[in-house]
């Protein structure tokens, strides 16, 4: 069972960028299709973005973060990226790394791995 551990969040004003990483411990981490998904306080925990495996060719995205947000991979450092441009408010959450063996998904409930998660907060 591969370990995710999320970093990078934090206060950022509006406008800003961030960039969170997971890195991953215990499993071949070229084989797992790798998500991000976020929750905010009062809300379901939804999807932000994945990235295929093995090599990170294929990427999905939420429309909420479309042109703004950019995932990526870094196989030989077992990490994936967040890359948050254009910050709003409304992008406050705690954000989750989530791991799967095989096709990427969508879907929260087809992701066994998971992370602590990591707070973004946007504000003035």
């Known amino acids: 069972q591969v370990r995710l551990v999320e970093s990078g969040g934090g206060l950022v004003q509006p406008g800003g960028s961030l960039r969170l990483s997971c890195a991953a411990s215990g499993g071949t981490f070229s084989s797992y299709s790798m998500g991000w998904f976020r929750q905010a306080p009062g809300n379901e925990r939804e999807f932000v973005a994945v990235?295929?495996?093995?090599?990170?060719?294929?990427?999905k995205y939420a429309d909420s973060v479309k042109g703004r947000f950019t995932i990526s991979r870094a196989n030989a450092q077992n990490t994936v990226y967040l890359q948050m441009n254009s910050l709003k408010p409304e992008d406050t959450a705690v954000y989750y790394c989530?791991?799967?063996?095989?096709?990427?998904?969508?879907?929260?409930?087809?992701?066994?791995?998971w992370g602590q998660g990591t707070q973004v907060t946007v504000s003035s």
């Open positions: 990235v295929s495996q093995p090599s990170g060719s294929n990427t």
């Open positions: 989530a791991a799967r063996r095989g096709a990427s998904s969508v879907i929260e409930r087809d992701y066994l791995n």
